[in-house]
């Protein structure tokens, strides 16, 4: 009865406010915790994601570029980073190592198709990982270079880390015993994949030889049966890549959150706080809506935590 009692008067004492509504509601939507004039401010998550115009003045060192744009950009125009960072140097064991790389990879790749040469082959696929290990490392040296501003950790690094090398980002944040986790989860992820896509092959096969008139090989089970097994275990591996992708952007999220959590005052004080209040509308908005700008009386609650 209590209760009741005191959701009650909670409720007169609001209806008995009508200015208090017009004064929650101008306040709520004209409120800003941000100064708009302070160019250096972390930007919020509705600003554009990606803008060219903005990525090429940053290039030309004409503006300061955030590190999620700078590293989209230089995904598309490699090298972008080191020139952002007027590492010039670098640029020539850049674009050296990529044209030879993929030179020679399309050279042996031409060889193996005109020969049938084994060797060929792999020499070619030996190129093609260079090359994109080159590409890989470029990027990973442009998130390198780029300065914190002061803060440790930068959530744009972390981030940007984890995307590169899972668990990275983790290790940036000082969190190292997440690393096992989401290296475990990626391990349990390729292990189910390989192991359904190799059941799934083989019910494949078994499949295509019951129900090949020509075939001469007695399958070990019916057609209706690896029909069955294949759908199945090919189901399992379709969930074993979302498992895989799954890992992999909880572990980039993760390092983004926590890196943006590090400095978030986390006390042991939890507490709550009721008073009564008097509240006045501004007078300027009240008057166009309540000709006589009543007083408000209400409550006003505090949560320390």
Known sequence: MRICRFLIIVAILVLACPGTRAQFKR????QNYSDLKDTTARKDSIDKMFSFKEFFRGVSHKQELLPGTLFAGSMLFIGSQQIYHKDYWKLPIIYGGLGATVGLGIH???NF???GNEHARNLSTAMFIGAGAIYWATLMDGVIRYPSGGRH??????TLYSLLLPGLGQAYNGEYWKIPIYWGGLVASFHYYNLNNTNYLRYKRIYNEATDPESTTKPPISADAALYYRDVFRRWRDYSIVAILGVY???????NVFAYMQDFDVSDDLSMHIAP??????TTYAMRHTPFAPTGYGLSVGFRF
């Open 113 to 115: 198709n005109e020969t």
């Open 277 to 282: 209040a008097v509240i006045t509308p501004e």
């Open 108 to 110: 042996y790749r031409r």
């Open 27 to 30: 306040d709520a939507f004209t």
């Open 249 to 255: 952007l909880l572990q980039i999220i993760d390092a």
């Open 153 to 158: 950790p930068h959530p744009g690094k972390a």
